[in-house]
Structures are given as C-alpha cells and as structure tokens.
C-alpha cells in the first residue's frame, strides 16, 4: 500500500467531474423516448380533420387486458364524425390495465389507432387514467377541421382509403409532417 | 381403431331408410334432409339458406356433397338441404370427398366474390355465419381482383329493418320467412343475373340508379343512402310508393340473416356479440309467453332476440317483443320512493322507509275506514300477483282485489273461475301452441290472434298451411289475420258474437260439425268481456260440440293472476271465495285465525272505483294500471279524485301518480325473477337479467309493506312466493259455469254507428315509449266502414259520443253496414280516452274534415 493511494481515490472522482456525464435529468429536463417507442395511443385523424375511428371495437376485442371500451355511432348528414357509416362515438383506454402489447394497434382495420412515444402516464387517482377520446385523438394540424363537418376529401370513404397520402399532400400538411404524428412535438 | 362394418345388419323400422355417410350407416326417417341426417352423425355441413322451420330453397348452393345411388355417382354434387335421404344413398361429405370440399370451397369463393370487406363497421361482424365458415373454410386471399359490385347502403326497408344489398348471399331466408312463416311477402328477389337482390316495391323505384356494377355513383348513391337513413331515424317508412315492408315480424328476418344485410335500426352500432351477456328471459308483453334472449352491456339491454323454444314460439317472436324494450331504461323512470307533502301538495323523493312507514300508516288507517281495494294491474307476473292476492286478504282484510285493467263483467268473473283456472296447463290437457297446429278446426272468437298474441297467429298460420286446420274468425271484418290464416270470417255485428256462437249449428252447420271432431279448439280473446252473454254462450258451444277452449288474455300476467286469485271471488288455486272449506284451508296455510277472511265476494274494478265515489271505500293500492285503459276513465279519474289514500306501484309516472299519496317504485322484467303464466297455463319462469339494480320486485316491496302493518306474507323472493302460492294445492272444486243472458246489439239510429274496435300490437302501449323504430312500422291509423256506411262522409270520419270526438281517415273495408271500426289505443284514435266507449257502443259518426 502505498503513500499516495488513499489520495488516488479522489483523483477518480475528480476525473470524472470532466467526463460526459451518463445521468438523464428527468424530469427537469426530460428524457425523449427512440422515436418508434410505444408510449400512449393516439386515434388519427385524416387529413380534413375526420376521425379515422370506425367505432369497430376490433382494439377492444384483440386487447388482451380488457383495457379498451367503444361504443360505435351512427354518422348522420348533420353530424359527421368519419367518412362512411359508422363513428366511434365513445372511445376510452384504460392505463390502469392497457400493458402496451400493441395489438389492438394491429387490429385497428383504419390505422386509425396507433401508439405515440409519449409514456408519462402516472397518475394520482384511477379516475383520470380511464383516457377518454377527447384526450386521444389527435391534435389538429394545418389543413384540419374540427369534425363533426362533412367529408371534404371524396364522395365516400373510399376516397379516403384508396388516396389518404395524395389527399395530406395536397391539404397544407407541412412536408415533414405525416398524418399519423407519432412524435412528441406533435403531442405538445 | 375402430373399422366400419363391411356388412351391418342394422334393422330398418318401417318408415325409415339406411344409407351411409361417411362409410357410416346410419337409418334416417323417410322424408328427412340430407343435411340433417348427417348433423345427426355430427358432421355439419356448412350452409346458409337453411333452415329447419323454412321450406328448402337450395339457393346458397354451400352445402355441395357427393352422392351415390344404386351404385351410380350423381354427376354433379348436390345440394344437401334439398336432397332427401334414400334407401341405399352412399353420401360422402366434405370430410371424406375431395370434390365436395372443393365444390364447398368453390361455392365460398364466388359467395365472396362481391361480398364487401366491411366487417369492422358491420353489426354482424362476429357473430356471422359468412364470417365463421370464411375463416373456417374459406381461402386466406382473394383471387378476384376486379371491382365488386357495390350498392348504396343502407336502404331502409322499414323503419326498423335496414338493408345493406351488398351483403346479402341471396339465401331467400329473409323471403322465405315473410312469405311462409309470417305471410306478409313484401320483401322478395329482384332483378336477375348478377343484378339479383333483395328489395321491396319501394326499393325497386330506385333500382335503375342503384344498380351498377362499375364506379359507383358517388354523388347520388351517397345522397340516397343517407336521405334513407334519415327517414329511417326519424322512425317514418320509407317512401310514398309501393307497399312498405310492414310486418310484425320484420325482426325475425334480422335474425335469421346469415350475413349483415339486414341489420336492426335500433341495435345498429350500438355493440359487439363479445360485449353482450346474453341471459334466457320471457317476454312480458303478450300472454303467450314467448321465450327470448336478452343481451345487456354494462347495464343496459342492447337487444331482445327470439328464444328457442319449440313447445311454445318455436324461434320466433313478434316486433313488439324484440323491440320494445327501453321504457324500462326511460328518462322518467320512478327510482327512488315518493311521498306527498302534505303541506305543499307534491310528490316528493324520500327514503324506503319513510315512504313505506307512510304508505302503512295510510292504507292501515283506510282500512280500519270503509276498507281499501287493490288494482295490480294486468301485467303483473305470478309470484306479484299472488303476493297482491295475499296482501288484499291478510293484510287488508278484504276480497276488492281485481287485475283486469280493461273492460270486464261478472260474466267474465263467472268464466274464469269456472272454465280458466287451474285446468292444470298443457300437463292437465289444456289447449297448447303444438294442439293450434293439429286441431281440424280453430274457431277464434273476439279475437284478433296478430294483434293480441301474435305467436298464436304464427301457429294458426302454420297449422293452415301445413295441416289445413281450418281457422273461422267470429269477428267484424276479414282482417289481415284472417287472410293470412286462409281463414273464414263470420262476420257479425259488434255485441252480436254472442248470438253468432249460439246460432253456429243454424248459419255454418260445416264449422258445427268440425268443432264435433277430435282436437277441435276456440280461441276467446279479452274482448268477450265486453259482449254480454259470450261467455255463456262459449260454454254452452264446448259443452254441446265437445270442442276444447282457450282464453287468450292480451296481457302478460292476466293468466297468472287469474291463478294467483286477485280476483274478488277466488282465492289462489282456482278456490271460490264462497266456498267455506276453500276459505277454511286458505286461513290454515296463511295461519289466519278460522272466519277471518269474508265470506261474500269481493267487488270488482268497476264496483271499487263506484264505491270510493259514493265513499263506501277509503283507499286503493294501486299497481301497473293506466285509467285511460279502464272502461269508464272519467269515473276512474273521478274516484281516484276522491280517495282518501292512494299507494301506487309503478316503474313510470302513470295517469294514477297525479293521484298517489305514495308512490314506491318497482322493478322492470329485466330486473327481477318472476314466472309468467302465458294463456296455455304453462309456467315461464325467468330469472334476473341485470343484476343488483337496487330494483324491488312487487312482491318484495308488498312484503316489507305486510311487515310494515303487522302482517307477513312471506313474499319476500319470488321464488319464496312462489313456494307459497305451491304449498296450497290446486283447488278440486270448480266455480258454477257461467249463466247470463245475451243482449241483442242496439240498433244504431241515424247518422249512427255501432263501434267495433281492437288494440292493434303497435300502438301508444305504455310499454312502447320510446320506440321510434318500432312506432314507424304501426299499422296505418284508420276508421274501417262497409261503403254503404261511408257514403257520403268524405275522406275522414268523425266519431263522436257525448264525452268527446276522434277524426280518422275512412278506409272502405268488408263491415256489416252500420258499423265502424277504430283501433282502441294508437296514436289519434283512444278510444276510452276520449270517446269513454268500447266495442259495442253506438257512436254518432259524420264526415270529418282534416
């Protein structure tokens, strides 16, 4: 044992004051999820503002927790919440139960339900994360209108369908951006 | 493992055949389908266009198997639906023939072909048979890549059926039943070719734009669709032309649909088969009891389906019973107890045991007045009826206790008694739904079987199709029932049916000596109560001819409470009230001290409401009764003005609430257990559909009031009630039968009419709120009138007695002259309500104008 070995110990430390440091300051400044993480479900919208939501149930009958309740809607002239049909006139998440397997995603026939990678989901009541529609759809982007209004797009859902990508383009959606947001930015 | 024999010596019964399936043996009776001989050795065929109560058609063509006869391959697969078994068949299926599953696979495919793939938004995703046997059987891809054939959807049928043509695999089920089973062949094939499709006379005037099989015509077919749609929510019909596709069993071809091409206004969207809890239940809307499914989702009924039950509605059920389920879930319902404020007059919510010390305190002091009379209500089920019966008697000391919301007689009282209760049902040889479908003849007597309890028309029709019961209709006109059972009408004036029974052997000596033979039946509805001397006049019928008779209530629990004896002159179990020994062993089973119960009668509803108003009567208790139902409302309202204490159970604020000091709320069908007792006297028993409502059976709440007075009825559970009400054996004596002369229906003077009148199934029923669908599809409200009556009125009648008028449109119909005829309780025509007149009045009618 040496003479300067019970210094040499701080010489350690006050190396690493120099280095990179490894620590994530959450949450003061908040730590990003990789951009294809699953965090959160969102329901898109097409790209006039319409729900993409069919009110199917198909995310609630793949869901293996049992997370996810919908009850569908019938759409009406005066009050049109997707194109074709049938809307989701009531849509909630359960995050008490959902444990993020993704498959009501895979179920979803409309790509209407997708997951965002936002993931702070805690919460201090059960109440409050019993999401409803209102806190999942998606935020409204250039080009997009509050619904219920009528299709704007096409004469019927297939226009929807078949020419989704034309249609976003040619609707003022920035470049970049894709109907489907799935970052963060687009949550805030 | 197991060899098939080369050689069986498998002994053949007479009338039945041997041929192998599979390489199985197997004898089938002579006649049977080759379907179901072979789901009888468990292998299933698959299918679509069959069905065991519909004749074959063969127009899915999905059930291909390959068949051999006499040592000869039939050069084709065929159809195993159509195809009955024969002696020596060798029939190889699906699972041992590579060429029936590829036909069956072919089949699937072209079924395919222009079936959209719309699953996710389809009502009968899930729960499809198109589905199941697509996965089950058909190809994971589709090889077809050119356009489908698309149509503007959905396409109102009728206000609650709505047509998605797109769907539809052409298996003629849905044509098939409303041409067989339900008669009213509106829906049909139209087109041909690839154009073929379902439609009615409205939808045809839209064909030629619908129709198309290329791009499809955005523009209007989106306008279209929805125009319809709109007219569909709004709860009208469809278009002005053609006939629309009014049937009252309209819902039955939802059912029977293999795929979604028609779906239910009312269920649409609402939920999915995986969502449901399904619980068995009987309906509570007409006496013949049928058996349903009921799917509820987070404590609410979705849907009602028809039940499975061959004794009595086979798999169907009527449009008033699959639809009209959603006053139980009304905005108005009474939840919580009401008492009125003394001071300021209203009805206001308080605690269950405020309101029952109230009720107690009031109906106690009532009776220890003038006495207190009970009025349960029509629609009670077994186990409340009796616990009625026995709260009348022990705890209010007194035999005024009558169900019957609705026109009524001592004659009527005298009948049940002696011809209707306890004749032990089907067990004891009572007139049963399978004995309608065998008897030579049924003589039907002011009754109008579609309207009041249309399973028994459902049966009368099927008897006359297949068996050629002969069906003869005492009644006024040749209604669609009459048609549409292929049967006689004896037409007689209202009031005269009477007479027209009586004299039976002198004007239709064929229906006299058909009523002599073997299984021969008559079928009475409620309304005989209002034709003085038709009960007499029926029994004297039966006892001559021998034939056998069945009264037909039109309300679900009128049979059981008949039985439950909530009448003034029986006690339970058929026991007359006169009759020391019957009143000395009720007092032992309720442990009533000896004479405790009067020994005279008690009265009936009409003498109750006169005797309040002439204050020989203090208080009413008060079940499910609307006044306007009552033969005279205007006494009705009167009377209840002046009672001292009135207690009211009830679901929804009624006409009697305005006049409740208490009013305790009960619990829907849905909500509790219970047995009804349909007309046959078969028990029909339900169990609790949505569970833990906090809702109280009558029974339960009547019981708390007994315990609240002093008294115990020990009807705390239905099924407790009902063990009570079994401890006291059936009576073996039996009330006199009736004797009462008939009358001779007035001669009306001039400008006169005599009133013919019936409650169509669809109309303003206090069990039909809420219902747009179900209302769009009522029958047309009018005033029926030979030609010579309506000479000279115009369009529209006015029909008037001194208490008010009702103006209708005049509809020439085959009457006897002098004669109008109203529907009694739809939308523009109350009948009591307004004209406080029933069948057999005379009314003053003149041309109206609208």
Redesign the interface.
């Known amino acids: 044992m040496g003479i300067f070995d019970p210094v040499k110990g701080f010489g350690v430390t006050f190396g690493m004051m120099f280095k990179k440091v490894a620590t994530e300051e959450y949450p003061e400044i908040g730590a990003p999820a990789a951009p294809r993480y699953h965090g959160r479900h969102q329901l898109n919208r097409h790209p006039d503002g319409l729900e993409k939501c069919?009110?199917?149930?198909?995310c609630?009958?793949a869901c293996p927790a049992d997370a996810i309740f919908v009850?569908?809607?019938?759409n009406?002239?005066e009050a049109r919440y997707s194109p074709?049909?049938?809307y989701g006139?009531d849509y909630q998440i359960n995050y008490l139960r959902c444990i993020g397997c993704g498959l009501c995603v895979e179920a979803c026939?409309?790509r209407s339900l997708t997951m965002i990678n936002f993931y702070e989901l805690a919460d201090d009541n059960r109440q409050d994360l019993i999401w409803t529609k209102e806190d999942l759809l998606a935020p409204l982007l250039p080009g997009m209108e509050q619904p219920p209004h009528p299709m704007r797009l096409g004469?019927?859902e297939?226009d929807y369908y078949v020419n989704g990508p034309e249609l976003a383009r040619d609707r003022g959606v920035p470049e970049h951006e894709t109907v489907e947001t799935d970052t963060e930015e687009a949550v805030r | 493992m197991t060899v098939a024999p080369e050689k069986s010596d498998v002994d053949v019964p007479e009338g039945y055949v041997k041929l192998t399936i599979d390489g199985e043996e197997i004898v089938a009776p002579k006649g049977e389908l080759l379907i179901r001989t072979a789901e009888r050795l468990g292998t299933v065929i698959p299918r679509f266009c069959d069905h065991p109560l519909l004749d074959p058609a063969g127009a899915c063509r999905q059930c291909l198997v390959e068949v051999e006869m006499n040592g000869r391959p039939m050069p084709k697969p065929q159809a195993s639906c159509t195809l009955t078994v024969a002696d020596g068949m060798v029939v190889k299926t699906q699972v041992t023939s590579e060429v029936a599953d590829k036909a069956q696979q072919g089949v699937m495919e072209l079924l395919l072909i222009n079936h959209p793939l719309d699953c996710?938004?389809c009502d009968k995703?899930?729960e499809c048979p198109l589905q199941n046997q697509a996965m089950a059987h058909g190809r994971t891809d589709s090889r077809f890549v050119d356009k489908k054939r698309t149509f503007p959807?959905?396409l109102p049928i009728s206000s609650q059926v709505l047509l998605d043509r797109e769907r539809c695999v052409l298996c003629q089920r849905c044509t098939r039943f409303s041409d067989q089973i339900a008669g009213d062949p509106f829906i049909d094939l139209l087109e041909r070719g690839a154009h073929q499709q379902i439609g009615t006379a409205e939808t045809a005037d839209v064909l030629d734009a619908a129709s198309h099989t290329s791009e499809?015509d955005?523009?209007s077919?989106?306008k279209s669709a929805?125009a319809g749609?709109?007219s569909a929510?709004a709860g009208k019909s469809a278009s002005a032309g053609g006939q629309p596709f009014q049937s009252y069993f309209s819902g039955n071809t939802i059912q029977i649909c293999p795929v979604g091409a028609l779906t239910s206004a009312q269920y649409?969207?609402?939920?999915?088969p995986?969502?449901l809890v399904s619980t068995p239940s009987v309906c509570e809307h007409c006496s013949s009891g049928c058996a349903e499914r009921t799917d509820f989702r987070r404590g609410k009924v979705m849907r009602k389906l028809a039940g499975d039950d061959p004794e009595v509605n086979e798999e169907w059920i009527c449009d008033k019973g699959r639809f009209a389920f959603r006053y139980a879930a009304a905005e108005q319902r009474i939840r919580r107890p009401l008492v009125r404020n003394v001071e300021t007059g209203e009805l206001e919510e308080t605690s269950w045991t405020e309101a029952l010390r109230a009720a107690a305190d009031g109906l106690a002091k009532a009776r220890d007045g003038k006495g207190v009379g009970v009025l349960p209500g029509g629609r009670v089920t077994l186990e409340d009826a009796y616990a009625y019966s026995k709260f009348a008697r022990v705890a209010l000391r007194t035999h005024d206790v009558d169900h019957r919301a609705r026109a009524h007689s001592a004659e009527e009282l005298d009948f049940l008694a002696s011809r209707v209760v306890s004749d032990g049902g089907p067990a004891g040889g009572g007139v049963t739904f399978s004995d309608l479908e065998k008897a030579p003849i049924a003589l039907c007597v002011a009754f109008e079987p579609e309207e009041e309890a249309p399973a028994v028309f459902l049966r009368l029709r099927k008897g006359a199709r297949a068996n050629d019961v002969k069906v003869v209709h005492i009644g006024q006109w040749a209604s669609p029932a009459v048609e549409k059972t292929f049967g006689e009408l004896l037409a007689c004036a209202p009031g005269g049916e009477a007479g027209a029974v009586d004299g039976i052997a002198q004007h239709a000596p064929d229906v006299d000596e058909a009523l002599r033979s073997e299984g021969a039946v008559v079928l009475v509805g409620e309304r005989a109560a209002e034709v003085p001397g038709l009960p007499t006049a029926l029994h004297r019928l039966v006892e001559r001819t021998g034939a056998r008779l069945a009264w037909i209530p039109r309300r679900a629990g009128e049979r059981g409470a008949v039985e439950a004896g909530t009448l003034p002159t029986l006690l339970p179990g058929g026991r007359p009230v006169t009759d020391a020994d019957a009143r000395a062993e009720v007092e032992r089973h309720w442990g009533l001290d000896p004479g405790t119960l009067p020994a005279d009668p008690g009265r009936d509803m009409t003498g109750m409401l006169n005797a309040i108003v002439t204050r020989d009567l203090d208080g009413l208790l008060v079940g499910g009764v609307d006044l306007d139902d009552l033969p005279d409302p205007a006494l009705a309202r009167k009377a209840f003005d002046a009672a001292e204490f009135v207690v009211s159970l009830e679901l929804l604020p009624s006409t009697v609430t305005p006049y409740a000091d208490v009013v305790l709320p009960i619990a829907p069908v849905d909500e509790k257990s219970g047995t009804f007792v349909n007309w046959e006297g078969r028990r029909r028993p339900f169990a609790v559909t949505l569970d833990g409502t906090g809702a109280l059976a009558d029974c339960r709440v009547l019981d708390t009031l007994g315990v609240e007075m002093d008294t115990d009825l020990f009807t705390q559970t239905s099924d407790a009630a009902l063990g009570d009400l079994d401890r006291l054996a059936a009576a073996t004596a039996r009330a006199a039968a009736p004797d009462h002369p008939s009358a001779e229906p007035p001669a009306p003077g001039d400008g006169q009419a005599l009133l013919a009148t019936w409650r169509q199934l669809i109309d303003d029923g206090s069990l039909q709120i809420d219902e747009p669908a179900l209302a769009g599809t009522a029958r047309r409200v009018v005033a029926r009138m030979s030609r010579a009556t309506a000479d000279g009125l115009g369009d529209h009648v006015t029909v008037s007695t001194d208490r008010g008028s009702v103006t209708l449109p005049v509809e020439v119909t085959d009457l006897p002259d002098g004669v109008v005829w109203l529907p009694g309780n739809s939308p523009g025509s109350k009948l009591r309500a307004t004209l406080g007149a029933g069948h057999g009045a005379v009314v003053d009618i003149a041309g109206g104008d609208r």
């Open positions: 069919v009110g199917c149930e198909l609630a009958w009850e569908g809607g019938d009406t002239e074709g049909e049938r006139a026939p409309t004469e019927n297939q | 996710p938004i995703g899930g959807k959905p499809p955005s523009a077919a989106g929805s749609l709109d929510s649409r969207f609402r939920s999915r995986f969502d």
